[in-house]
């Protein structure tokens, strides 16, 4: 359950956020959604694909992060085990409100990360914005303007018929077979044979270096397969 409520420094003067990475902090998912202009950053460390919204009309582009619901191929005894995490994963317990066009801050008061007397303060004794919350709030930006772009180069790959299926099959530690199924990756083929002037208005739009990112993340596969051959078998 979420519990969100608006942030402010006089409820929350002593709140603190514990920023250990750990399942017991809810980090043990085996995806999370991102935007194109992270794009960059996730592909040295993450496969980027894409998978239909909830909606099943749409798509989003998700870094792949194992091979079955509640695992995290990332999480390990020293916590998080590459040097990004997916702003997604990083900016909780908060998340943007709105009040009319004003965007808010809000935080989840039910997370696990709430309460530990141990955790990052959000606010200084004074009452003014520590570090950490600075940090935030530049996630939580970041995050609302990659939302918003979303849709256009989601719509651009789309009108270029640059999305195909793709499958993957894993071997566990055990012998287990893990089969990734509905997702969607940059079709390299159709990318190489569009016209000079299709490449030129991809680029002009911005569309064109997220989409060479997410054809590069592909080779994180092997990583991953690798991460998961080397997980114990559970006694």
């Known amino acids: 359950m979420t519990r969100s409520v608006l942030l402010n420094n006089v409820t929350h003067r002593d709140l603190r956020v514990v920023t250990t990475r750990g399942a017991a902090w809810g980090d043990d998912v ?5 935007v194109p202009a992270e794009f960059r950053n996730l592909q040295a460390h993450y ?5 239909k919204t ?3 009309i749409g798509f989003q582009p998700v870094a792949v992060l194992g091979f079955e619901p509640g695992q995290n191929l990332f999480l390990g005894p020293e916590g ?3 040097s990004y995490v997916p702003m997604a994963i990083e900016r909780q317990p908060f998340m943007i409100g709105r009040d009319g066009d004003e965007l808010l801050v809000h935080v989840d008061m039910d997370s696990p990360r709430i309460g530990g007397a141990d955790g990052e303060p959000v606010f200084l004794p004074q009452g003014g914005t520590t570090d950490y919350l600075e940090r935030v709030n530049s996630l939580l930006l970041a995050i609302h303007e990659g939302v918003q772009a979303t849709p256009a180069f989601v719509s651009a790959l789309l009108d270029h018929r640059l999305l195909e299926p793709f499958v993957l099959d894993a071997e566990g530690p055990d012998g287990s077979q893990n089969r990734l199924a509905g997702m969607y990756t940059i079709d390299e083929d159709r990318l190489a044979r569009l016209p000079g002037d299709d490449l030129q208005a991809l680029h002009a739009a911005g569309h064109l270096l997220p989409i060479y990112m997410a054809v590069a993340s592909i080779g994180r596969f092997r990583d ?3 991460r998961h051959a080397r997980r114990k078998v559970p006694a």
């Open 54 to 56: 909830a909606d099943a």
């Open 80 to 82: 998080w085990d590459a």
């Open 47 to 51: 496969p980027v694909v894409f998978q």
């Open 30 to 34: 085996m995806s999370a959604v991102v």
């Open 224 to 226: 991953l397969i690798d």
